[in-house]
Structure formats: structure tokens, C-alpha cells
């Protein structure tokens, strides 16, 4: 699959994880991340989203990484009701760029470091300003940073994998 292919694919799945976490937000509730830790449902959309915006960056570029995040937040709105969609919509476009800030200048010293790196920073962020905004309460952090912990882990450990799997295919 091309780096293009690859990108395409990343940006349809970025731009869908936000409508997703609203939705799942909405309509599931709270789930288990952890033995006896919950959140909200959409923590693992969320969690998906800080890595599939890395990946948006690194196959088509920042300009495209930076126009996927203000799509996000605009479908942030298409879905959910206005005070769950601005709650989301804001702290998704605080963390999406504090995120790129931190990607963009670690990405040359390996791609799971900055992933891991800018979903650090991306995570804690976004449960932040999320569950103040739209819960008023921080009832639901460690669950919030423990779901988003897993989905990074998982994304880092995948792209891992996938770059020995290209490495090994080149040098045959």
C-alpha cells in the first residue's frame, strides 16, 4: 500500500473517530478500561484519534494532518448534543495541535517515539479540558488517561511492527 493509500485511509478513520466518541459518549456510557476504572465510552475513539493524526502527518503531511483536525472539529458538531459537541470539538482541537506540536519536531528521532511522545501530551490534554467542559467534574481522568494509554500503546506497537515488516521486505 502506498504512503498515499496509507494516508487516505489514516484521514477517513481520523475524521471518523471524533463523530464516533460522540456518538458511543451518547449513546453507551461508561466503560471499564481497567479493573474497577471507567470513562466515558468514546475514550478509545478519542485515544485512536491522537495516533491517526500522527499518522495523518507522516503519509501526507502537516498541511493535511492540520485541515484533517479542523474537520474533526466541525463533525464534532454533526452528531452530539451542542454542549457535549463543544465540549469535544474544543479540547480535540487543543490536544490535536498540542499533539502536532510535539510530533512534528520529534518525528526525526523515530516515528513510535513521537507517537508515544505527542499521545502523551495529547492524552492528558484532552481529558482535561474534555471532562471539565463537558462534565464539570474529573470523576473520570484516570479512566480517561488509562483508555487513551491503552489506544496509544496499541497504535505504537503496530507502527513497530509494520516498519520491521517493510524494513525486512526491503532488504530481501
Same mark, same amino acid.
Given at each position: 500500500?502506498?504512503?498515499?493509500?496509507?494516508?487516505?485511509?489514516?484521514?477517513?478513520?481520523?475524521?471518523?473517530?471524533?463523530?464516533?466518541?460522540?456518538?458511543?459518549?451518547?449513546?453507551?456510557?461508561? #466503560?471499564?478500561? *481497567?479493573?474497577? +476504572?471507567? !470513562? %466515558?465510552?468514546?475514550?478509545? &475513539?478519542?485515544? /485512536? $484519534?491522537?495516533?491517526?493524526?500522527?499518522?495523518?502527518?507522516?503519509?501526507?503531511?502537516?498541511?493535511?494532518?492540520?485541515?484533517?483536525?479542523?474537520?474533526? #472539529?466541525?463533525? *464534532?458538531?454533526? +452528531?452530539? !448534543? %451542542?454542549?457535549?459537541?463543544? &465540549?469535544?470539538? /474544543? $479540547?480535540?482541537?487543543?490536544?490535536?495541535?498540542?499533539?502536532?506540536?510535539?510530533?512534528?519536531?520529534?518525528?526525526?528521532?523515530?516515528?513510535?517515539?513521537? #507517537?508515544?511522545?505527542?499521545?502523551? +501530551?495529547?492524552?492528558?490534554?484532552?481529558?482535561?479540558?474534555?471532562?471539565?467542559?463537558?462534565?464539570?467534574?474529573?470523576?473520570?481522568?484516570?479512566?480517561?488517561?488509562?483508555?487513551?494509554?491503552?489506544?496509544?500503546?496499541?497504535?505504537?506497537?503496530?507502527?513497530?511492527?509494520?516498519?520491521?515488516?517493510?524494513?525486512?521486505?526491503?532488504?530481501?
Amino acid at each position: 500500500m502506498t504512503r498515499t493509500v496509507s494516508g487516505i485511509a489514516a484521514l477517513v478513520g481520523y475524521a471518523a473517530t471524533i463523530p464516533a466518541a460522540n456518538l458511543l459518549i451518547t449513546y453507551v456510557g461508561a #466503560v471499564p478500561v *481497567a479493573p474497577g +476504572v471507567v !470513562a %466515558p465510552s468514546g475514550v478509545y &475513539a478519542a485515544g /485512536a $484519534a491522537l495516533v491517526l493524526r500522527d499518522l495523518v502527518h507522516e503519509w501526507l503531511g502537516k498541511w493535511a494532518a492540520l485541515l484533517a483536525m479542523a474537520v474533526g #472539529v466541525a463533525l *464534532a458538531y454533526l +452528531v452530539a !448534543a %451542542p454542549a457535549l459537541a463543544f &465540549a469535544s470539538a /474544543a $479540547a480535540f482541537a487543543v490536544s490535536e495541535l498540542a499533539d502536532f506540536a510535539v510530533y512534528a519536531p520529534l518525528r526525526r528521532r523515530g516515528m513510535a517515539l513521537a #507517537v508515544v511522545a505527542s499521545g502523551a +501530551v495529547g492524552l492528558v490534554v484532552d481529558s482535561v479540558l474534555f471532562l471539565g467542559l463537558a462534565f464539570g467534574s474529573y470523576e473520570f481522568l484516570a479512566g480517561q488517561i488509562i483508555g487513551k494509554v491503552w489506544m496509544t500503546l496499541a497504535a505504537a506497537l503496530v507502527i513497530v511492527v509494520i516498519h520491521r515488516h517493510r524494513t525486512a521486505r526491503t532488504a530481501v
